[in-house]
């Protein structure tokens, strides 16, 4: 389960420059909370990585990424034994 919270909104429009001529411009004023869903879906699936890959770390332990390959597949061995 994950939750989000809503992206601020600019009450209003934000001084801004016109690019094409340098001149002071007034930006436009948008609602942007159109399409959080997309990146925060990315971010989500992502950080349960990270929290998947940390829990591996702490159960098969090791100095190396070829010893905790062999420590997880002695556990799983033991696992595959046990049903």
Do not use: W
């Not at 909104?9 to 004023?29: F, K, M, W, Y």
């Not at 002695?74 to 034994?81: D, I, N, P, R």
């Amino acid at each position: 389960r994950a939750g989000f919270k809503p992206i601020s909104t600019v009450p209003r429009a934000l001084r801004s420059v016109d690019l094409a001529t340098g001149e002071e411009a007034v930006g436009l004023h948008q609602r942007s909370d159109t399409c959080q869903v997309v990146p925060g879906a990315v971010i989500a699936e992502a950080e349960v990585a990270l929290v998947l890959a940390d829990a591996l770390f702490d159960h098969a332990g090791g100095r190396s990424v070829g010893e905790m390959r062999r420590n997880l597949a002695a556990y799983l061995q033991v696992v595959g034994e046990r049903a």
